[in-house]
C-alpha cells in the first residue's frame, strides 16, 4: 500500500481547510489555494486531485502527496508528518504498523534465506569440488581455519546449487520470490533458473551495519585475465547497494578502540585481523560514496588511512583523506614505505615491523600537500612553486580557516617560500579567513611591488621605455625600487650612448638589481603602449589598495 492512498482527496480538502484555514478555489480540475510557501496574493499553489500533489506556480514548490507537502509546511520530516497526520484522526495508525511488520517479515525471511546461503557456500568448502579454493586460502592466503570461518569465507561449487536447493523444493521459511529478490538465483531466456555466481569462486559474505548477511562478492581463482575484474559483486536489490557497504563495519562498530584503519579490499582487513588487528574496514575500491562517509561520521573514530602504496592507492588517500577533513572526521595517513597492499606487507613483513608501521602516522594535510609537491615535482622545477600553491590552496578553500596558518607553514617549509609570500596566492581564492581587510591589504602591496618591478624591469631592458616613464615619474612603494630607478637615472644621463638609440645598449647593472638580459624587441610604434599598460596595471594596484586602507 503506498502512503499517498492513506488518504482521500476529501479528507486532503478537509485537512487543508480546517487545519491550516484555507481558501480553497476550484479552477478547472484543480483546487487552488493561497502558497503557504510564499507571500502570495493571488492563490497561485494548486492541488490536483487526481494524482494528489501539489505544486505553486510562483515559487515552484512542490509536494508529491499530503505528508510531504505537511512535513515541507512543518518543516519535520516524512515519518513525523505521517504520524501527525494519522494522530489527527485521518486514518488508523494500526494500518501502518501492519504494513511495517508485513516489511519487517519480508526483510527477516530474506535475513534468514541469506544467512542459509552463507553456510552452504561455507560448507562447500570441505567438499571435494571445494578442495581447489579452500587450497588457494590456505596456501596461497596463509589463512587459518579460525580466520576462515570468523570471515565466514566458502566458495560455489556449480553454477545450478542453489536454484536446486531453494527454489525447486519447497519451503515454508521463505519463497521463491525472496530467493530472486535477492538477485543470487536468476531466470535464463531459455525459462532455466541458473546461479548468479559461476562456479569454483571464493565466496565471500558481505554483511550490513547490523552484521547481517546481505550480499556475497566472489573471486576466481588461480589465473585471472587483465580485461576480468578480480571480484564480482551482487548486483544491488531493496537491502543491499555496494556503494553504501564497508566491509566488516558491524565488527568495527561493536569494537571498543578509538581508532580503526581503513583499507582498499577484503584480504588487507582479513590479513590484518589475522595479525588481531580487528578494527579495520575495507572500502571495497578506491572511493568513498556519500552513504560510506556517513557510516565513518555515526562511528565516530579517527580514521587511520592504509590504502595501497601505489600511484592509485596514493590518488586515493588524498581523494579519501580531503572528504573526511572536509566532514571533520579526524583522520591520519599510515606512512608506508613498503611496496604493495596491506596484505602482502602483512604476509611478508615481521608482526613487530606491521605494529611499528601502523604506529608511524602522518598528518593527513602534510601527506595532501606532499602528495601535489611531488606530484608537480616542484623541488626539480621551483618555477612550479605558484602552480602547487594555487592546486593545494583551490584543495584546501573546502576547509576550515583555523587551519590556514598551518598549511601555510607547511607550504613555506616545503618551497622554502616566507610565509608572507605565499598568503597572497592563498588570497586569491577568496579564503573566508583571508578575505579580511588586513589579509586585502597584504595582497595589494604585493601587487604593487609586482607591477613596479615589472617596470623598472622595462626600464633596465631599453633606454626608451625608461624616457617613456620619465613624463609620468612614477612615485615607488619600496626605499630599494626608488634608489634603482635614481641609479637608472644617473646611468642613462651619464651613458655615451645618451642621445642614441642602440638595440645593442647594455644592460644596467647596479646594487642589489641585475637588470632583464631579454632579448625580446620591441618595435618603437609599441613601445609607449607597453608602457603605458604598465603603467596602467600599477594605478589599478594602488586604487585597489585604497579601498582596503
Ligand atoms: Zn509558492
Redo the contacts with the bound molecule.
Keep these: 500500500m503506498r502512503h499517498k492512498d492513506l488518504l482521500n482527496t476529501n479528507d486532503i480538502l478537509n485537512l487543508l481547510t480546517s487545519k491550516l484555514n484555507l481558501n480553497l478555489k476550484q479552477k478547472g480540475r484543480s483546487v487552488f489555494f493561497l ?1 503557504p ?2 507571500s ?1 496574493k493571488n492563490p ?2 494548486s492541488f490536483e486531485p487526481n494524482r494528489k500533489i501539489f505544486t ?1 506556480f ?2 515552484g ?1 512542490k509536494a508529491s502527496d499530503i505528508f510531504n507537502f505537511w512535513a515541507q509546511y512543518q518543516k519535520i520530516d516524512q515519518e513525523e508528518a505521517i504520524v501527525e497526520i494519522g494522530k489527527m484522526g485521518y486514518f488508523d495508525l494500526a494500518i501502518l504498523q501492519e504494513e511495517k511488520k508485513r516489511e519487517q517479515k519480508e526483510k527477516n525471511q530474506i535475513f534468514y534465506l541469506l544467512s542459509l546461503i552463507a553456510d552452504i557456500y561455507q560448507h562447500n568448502l570441505l567438499t571435494l569440488v571445494g578442495q581447489e579454493v579452500l587450497n588457494y586460502l590456505r596456501q596461497e592466503r596463509h589463512l587459518d581455519k579460525t580466520t576462515i570461518n570468523r570471515f565466514g569465507l566458502g566458495c560455489s561449487i556449480n553454477n545450478r546449487q542453489l536454484s536446486r536447493l531453494l527454489l525447486d523444493q519447497k519451503n515454508a521459511d521463505f519463497s521463491s520470490e525472496d530467493l530472486l529478490a535477492t538477485n543470487l538465483v536468476w531466470i535464463t531466456d531459455q525459462n532455466q533458473t541458473c546461479d548468479f555466481f559461476p562456479a569454483h569462486h571464493l565466496i565471500i559474505p558481505l554483511a550490513n551495519t547490523e552484521g547481517k548477511v546481505v550480499a556475497f562478492a566472489a573471486r576466481k581463482v588461480g589465473e585471472i585475465s587483465a580485461d576480468e575484474g578480480k571480484y564480482k559483486y551482487l548486483p544491488s536489490y531493496q537491502y543491499y547497494q555496494k556503494s553504501a557497504l564497508l566491509y566488516n563495519y558491524s565488527i568495527v562498530k561493536k569494537n571498543r578502540a578509538e581508532e580503526c584503519y581503513l583499507v582498499e579490499g577484503f584480504f588487507d582487513v582479513i590479513s590484518l585481523s589475522k595479525l588481531e588487528i580487528k578494527n579495520c574496514l575495507a572500502l571495497l575500491g578506491t572511493n568513498l560514496s556519500e552513504e560510506q562517509i556517513k557510516l565513518l561520521l555515526g562511528l565516530k573514530k579517527r580514521i587511520i588511512l592504509f590504502l595501497d602504496n601505489d600511484k592509485a592507492g596514493q590518488e586515493a588517500t588524498v581523494n579519501v583523506a580531503i572528504k573526511l577533513l572536509e566532514r571533520e572526521i579526524d583522520c591520519e595517513v599510515v606512512k608506508n614505505d613498503y611496496p604493495g597492499d596491506p596484505d602482502e606487507i602483512c604476509r611478508q613483513q615481521s608482526q613487530e615491523s606491521i605494529q611499528i608501521l601502523l604506529h608511524s602516522r602522518e598528518n593527513p594535510y602534510s601527506f595532501i600537500l606532499k602528495y601535489y609537491f611531488f606530484k608537480l615535482a616542484v623541488r626539480d622545477n621551483p618555477q612550479r612553486t605558484v602552480r602547487f600553491i594555487n592546486q593545494v590552496a583551490n584543495v584546501f578553500q573546502k576547509f576550515k580557516p583555523n587551519i590556514y596558518d598551518f598549511l601555510i607553514g607547511k607550504i613555506s617549509s616545503l618551497t622554502g617560500w616566507k610565509k608572507t609570500e605565499i598568503e597572497p596566492h592563498f588570497i586569491k581564492w577568496n579564503l573566508p579567513s583571508f578575505n579580511t581587510r588586513h589579509y586585502q591589504i597584504i595582497y595589494g602591496q604585493e601587487l604593487i611591488v609586482g607591477k613596479e618591478k615589472k617596470i623598472i624591469s622595462l626600464c633596465t631592458q631599453e633606454r626608451d621605455f625608461w624616457l617613456l616613464t620619465q613624463e609620468k615619474i612614477p612615485f615607488f612603494s619600496t626605499q630599494s625600487h626608488r634608489a634603482w630607478y635614481y641609479d637608472l637615472y644617473n646611468y642613462y644621463i651619464s651613458s655615451p650612448f645618451h642621445d642614441s638609440y642602440s638595440k645593442n645598449y647594455p644592460v644596467p647593472e647596479f646594487s642589489g638589481y641585475r637588470g632583464s638580459n631579454s632579448t625580446a624587441f620591441f618595435p618603437p610604434d609599441q613601445k609607449s603602449k607597453i608602457v603605458n599598460i604598465a603603467l596602467q596595471e600599477l594605478d589599478n594596484a594602488k586604487q585597489f589598495l585604497l579601498n582596503y586602507e
Design positions: 502558497c510557501f510564499h502570495d497561485s499553489c505553486c510562483t515559487c514548490f
